[in-house]
């Protein structure tokens, strides 16, 4: 099977969408399949310069991560597969011309039907959980880090003040988190990086600016293996609960949650849910429908 993984731009990592086309570019070429990418903006990031580029007219599977390169990839054979990551960003919103369309959570998903496209599936975010390994957490709490790629986070003074040492991750945006989330406890993000820091076995609190409000901190709370199901119907944006962070006493009520055998749990659910191998086999099953 020859497939086309097509993206807006692979130069910076302010989203997640680079991040997944890298996780889907290595399963799919350990599944044996030949694998290239298409991306609008020609620039590519300096340190992916090996990445397979688009080079062919006719593909099995074309995967489109944004309504511009759907467009773009238009001219081409082959099945046409439009994934939606998000429900706010434009470049993510649906469009016609693909043959098959789907979200990576029930938000996005009822995002689309909103839009009139029929859902063919829901297809989690795919997590490299042999890159993110199991590395575990501290019996007690020693270091926290605030994982976000847009800004900084409001309550890092009063973070310290708790005797925790802090550390900023994505800020300014980097490839590979690995190494940063390797050292710590405890995680304050969302999506993506909120299930990358799970797979290693980290405690996560779900919060974030991505609420669509402004400068508005939206939180869900910290993850056990009961509300994570909870969470991911809204891919653990912090848009379930929607508790609007406007006093550092609520972040501190979830970090004192923590409980450092959340860690195996986390990584465990990970592996049951969003194994990269298992979301690539659902995504070749779908296409061959």
């Known amino acids: 099977m020859n497939i086309l993984i097509g993206l807006y731009e692979f130069e910076n990592f302010y989203g997640g969408v680079q991040t997944w086309t890298l996780t889907m570019l290595k399963a799919f070429s350990k599944m044996g399949f030949n694998v290239e990418v298409h991306t609008h903006l020609k620039k590519i990031n300096r340190k992916l310069k090996n990445i397979p580029l688009h080079t062919q007219d006719n593909y099995d599977l074309i995967i489109c991560n944004s309504n511009v390169v759907l467009d773009e990839l ?14 706010l960003p434009k470049l993510e ?3 016609e011309g693909a043959d098959l369309y789907a ?13 009139g496209f029929k859902v063919d599936a829901v297809i989690r975010n795919p997590i490299d959980v042999d890159k993110f390994y199991y590395a575990g957490c501290s019996e007690e709490l020693k270091k926290a880090a605030i994982l976000d790629r847009r800004r900084k986070f409001a309550y890092q003074k009063e973070l310290k003040k708790q005797h925790l040492k802090i550390v900023q991750i994505g800020h300014p945006p980097i490839i590979d988190i690995r190494k940063k989330i390797l050292d710590v406890d405890l995680v304050i993000g969302r999506g993506r990086g909120a299930y990358e820091s799970m797979a290693m076995g980290k405690n996560v609190i779900i919060s974030g600016n991505n609420s669509g409000r402004g400068n508005c901190e939206l939180m869900d709370g910290m993850i056990n293996s009961e509300n994570f199901y909870e969470f991911r119907l809204n891919n ?12 550092f006493n609520l972040i501190l009520k979830e970090i004192r949650k923590y409980d ?6 986390n990584r465990d659910l990970i592996r049951k849910n969003n194994h990269y191998l298992t979301i690539a086999e659902q995504i070749i099953s779908l296409a061959r429908l």
Not at 103 to 115: C, F, K, P, Q, Y
């Open 236 to 247: 653990c944006s912090g848009r379930r609960r929607a508790i609007e962070v406007h006093d």
């Open 103 to 115: 979200g990576v959570s029930e938000e996005v998903a009822d995002n689309l039907i909103h839009h």
């Open 260 to 265: 450092h055998t959340q860690g195996k749990i």
């Open 93 to 95: 919103q649906p469009v």
């Open 74 to 87: 238009s001219p081409l054979d082959g099945k046409k597969l439009f994934i939606s990551h998000g429900i």
